[in-house]
């Protein structure tokens, strides 16, 4: 698999003969004014929308939050084939196809043979929050031949992300949204991995290789990428990561 980190959570994945595209946010850096709150987003794309070439999949963990779907990214999804979400995502936005969890989606690859992507349940902060922050969805990429991965979506669960593994494992690369995401909101609980919190997954996703995205590039993430690859090294697992360069396709497992 070959995958390119665009920014903040959105990455261009190219698997099987098919290029995913994970949370599209492609506006240059503003603020949003939301009710109570201002997001703020620091960094642009590093590739921008127009000049990506054809996505066959919109993999959208939720489409409520502008760290994950923003203007730019909402104007795309009408030019690509196929956008997979949550189930509410799919009543608000048309052409989604919500995905319940451990529901599965097939998709045709142009070698005959298929890409199943399963939904798996993701919680975007604390138990009990959904109310506050809506639902959230993680994805599972398979297929024969190919290797399996993970890919999070906003979720601040290491006990799901345990069942993920017990589920589906081995997977072979866990591209896993992490900076410790925090708001007023909540208190500042943690809305997505603490760097901690995705040690903790790594051991329980085996050998798997193990992408961090969604670590910079807004005002809310509260933990980069050097605290992320510090904390593995620190665990004795800074094999285990591959830390993207923005814009730069990179091969992993």
């Not at 910079?216 to 992320?228: C, K, L, R, S, V």
């Amino acid at each position: 698999m070959k995958i390119t980190h665009i920014g903040g959570p959105t990455a261009v994945l190219s698997l099987g003969g098919l290029t995913f595209l994970t949370d599209p946010a492609f506006d240059e850096p503003r603020d949003y004014q939301l009710p109570g709150r201002v997001m703020t987003k620091l960094i642009g794309p590093a590739i921008p929308a127009a000049e990506l070439g054809p996505i066959d999949v919109v993999l959208l963990s939720h489409d409520e939050h502008k760290d994950n779907l923003d203007d730019a990214g909402r104007a795309l999804l009408p030019s690509v084939p196929t956008v997979l979400s949550t189930p509410g995502a799919a009543t608000r936005i048309p052409g989604v196809r919500g995905l319940a969890n451990w529901e599965t989606s097939e998709l045709p690859r142009p070698d005959g043979g298929v890409i199943t992507v399963t939904g798996v349940p993701a919680l975007h902060g604390p138990e009990g929050t959904e109310a506050v922050l809506g639902v959230v969805t993680g994805f599972v990429l398979s297929g024969e031949g190919l290797p399996t991965v993970y890919v999070s979506g906003d979720n601040a669960s290491v006990d799901l992300v345990k069942q993920v593994a017990d589920r589906f494992g081995p997977i072979d690369v866990a591209v896993l949204f992490a900076g410790g995401a925090r708001t007023a909101l909540l208190d500042g609980a943690a809305l997505t991995l603490t760097s901690e919190a995705a040690v903790e997954a790594a051991h329980l996703l085996g050998s798997a290789t193990i992408v961090p995205v969604h670590t910079e590039g807004w005002a809310h993430f509260t933990e980069g990428p050097d605290q992320f690859v510090k904390a593995f090294a620190d665990a004795g697992l800074a094999d285990r990561v591959t830390l993207l360069e923005h814009g730069v396709a990179t091969t992993v497992g």
